[in-house]
C-alpha cells in the first residue's frame, strides 16, 4: 500500500490508459525456457514501442512516460506471458515547453502499437538468438522457424479506456501490482487429492466457474510463475524513468494545472499504515478492545538459538 501511494503521487495529474502488450503461444516455449532475458526483452519492447508511437507526429509528438508491470498467468494459471502498463495521457513536448495531451479515447491506435510491438520483440530476440544470449528449444532448428509463425498471426494489443480519477487509478495498481498467479479467495476446497479454484471465464463474458486439478498438475500450473531470482517485475519508461524523475517529471508537474494526488502514507510507521488501511489500531486486544499489546524489554525477551 505505500508503494502504491507513493507512485500514485508520482504520476502526473492527467487521466491513464491502461495498454497490455502479450505475446503469441509460439514465443511460449522460446521464453520460458529463457525467462531472465527474454521477459527483460519483453518490457523493452513494451516501452520502446510506447515511446517510440508517442514520438510520431501523427499521435502525439511528444516524449511518453508508463509504469510497466509483467505477469506470466492467465485465470486458470496457465503460462500467459504479458506486460500490463499505466500510461499518462499525454507527454512532453520536445522543447519542453508543454504538455501535449493525447486523444481522449486512445493513446495511439493499437493496430499500430501491434505491428510496432511485433516488429520490436522480434528484433530483439533475433539479435539475443545470433549472441547466443538465448537457447532455441530443442524442437526448432532455427530463430527464422518462430519468426514466421509470429508474423503469420496478427498480435494483439489491449488497451482500456482511460481510469477517470486518481482513486480509480490507485485502486487498480493496488490489485495489480503486487499479486501473484492464484489469491487466497479463490481457492475453493481440496478433496480426494485435487484441488479446486475458482476463475473469471473471459471467453464467457466473465463469467465465474470452478476448475478442479490434480494436486501436482495444480503445484506445476504455480510454480511456472516463480520469477527468477531477483528480478524486477516492475519497470518505467519515458517521463516516469528513475533517471528522469528530478528533471521531466518535475517539468511535468510545472506544465500542468491541474494538483497531484498527495500521498498519504510516505514516511509513516508500519503499525500508522496499518491503522489507516484497517481503520482499526492493531495494538488494541482484538477481544477486550481495551487491553494494549506491549513492547517487552530486551533483557526478558527469551534467548533461543537458532533451530
Not at 111 to 117: I, W
Not at 133 to 157: G, H
Not at 256 to 265: D, N
Request: glycine content about 6%; aromatic content about 12%; some cysteine.
Amino acid at each position: 500500500m505505500q508503494w502504491v501511494d507513493k507512485l500514485a503521487a508520482d504520476l502526473p495529474p492527467v487521466k491513464h490508459f491502461h495498454i497490455v502488450f502479450t505475446i503469441p503461444a509460439c514465443l511460449h516455449k522460446l521464453f520460458y525456457i529463457n525467462q531472465r532475458i527474454a521477459y527483460s526483452l519483453l518490457f523493452k519492447a513494451a516501452g520502446q514501442t510506447l515511446m517510440q508511437c508517442a514520438r510520431n507526429t501523427h499521435y502525439l509528438g511528444a516524449e511518453a512516460g508508463a509504469v510497466a508491470l509483467l505477469h506470466t498467468w492467465g485465470q486458470t494459471m496457465t503460462y500467459h506471458p504479458h506486460i500490463h502498463t499505466i500510461v499518462p495521457a499525454g507527454g512532453v513536448s520536445d522543447d519542453g515547453m508543454e504538455w501535449v495531451p493525447s486523444a481522449k479515447k486512445f493513446f495511439v491506435p493499437v493496430k499500430v502499437l501491434s505491428t510496432v510491438f511485433r516488429g520490436i520483440l522480434c528484433r530483439l530476440l533475433q539479435e539475443s538468438v545470433f549472441r547466443k544470449e538465448i537457447k532455441l528449444p530443442d524442437d526448432t532448428p532455427d530463430f527464422q522457424t518462430i519468426k514466421a509463425k509470429c508474423y503469420a498471426k496478427k498480435w494483439v494489443v489491449y488497451a482500456e479506456k482511460p481510469f477517470a480519477s486518481p482513486d480509480n487509478l490507485v485502486r487498480y495498481l493496488g490489485n495489480y501490482t503486487h499479486r501473484v498467479a492464484i489469491s487466497n479467495h479463490r481457492m475453493v476446497g481440496y478433496k480426494d487429492d485435487k484441488v479446486t479454484f475458482s476463475y473469471r471465464d473471459n471467453k464467457a463474458g466473465g463469467a465465474r466457474k470452478t476448475m478442479t486439478l490434480e494436486t501436482m498438475e495444480f503445484i506445476r500450473r504455480f510454480m511456472q510463475h516463480v520469477l527468477p531470482c531477483g528480478f524486477s517485475k516492475i519497470r518505467y519508461f519515458g517521463f516516469m524513468a528513475i533517471c528522469k524523475r528530478k528533471t521531466k517529471l518535475n517539468l511535468c508537474y510545472s506544465l500542468l494545472p491541474t494538483p497531484t494526488y498527495f500521498s498519504r502514507l510516505t514516511g509513516l510507521l508500519a503499525m500508522e499504515v496499518l491503522q489507516i488501511i484497517s481503520g482499526k489500531d492493531p495494538i488494541i486486544c482484538a477481544k477486550c478492545k481495551k487491553g494494549k499489546l506491549m513492547a517487552s524489554p530486551a533483557c526478558n525477551v527469551l534467548h533461543m538459538e537458532p533451530g
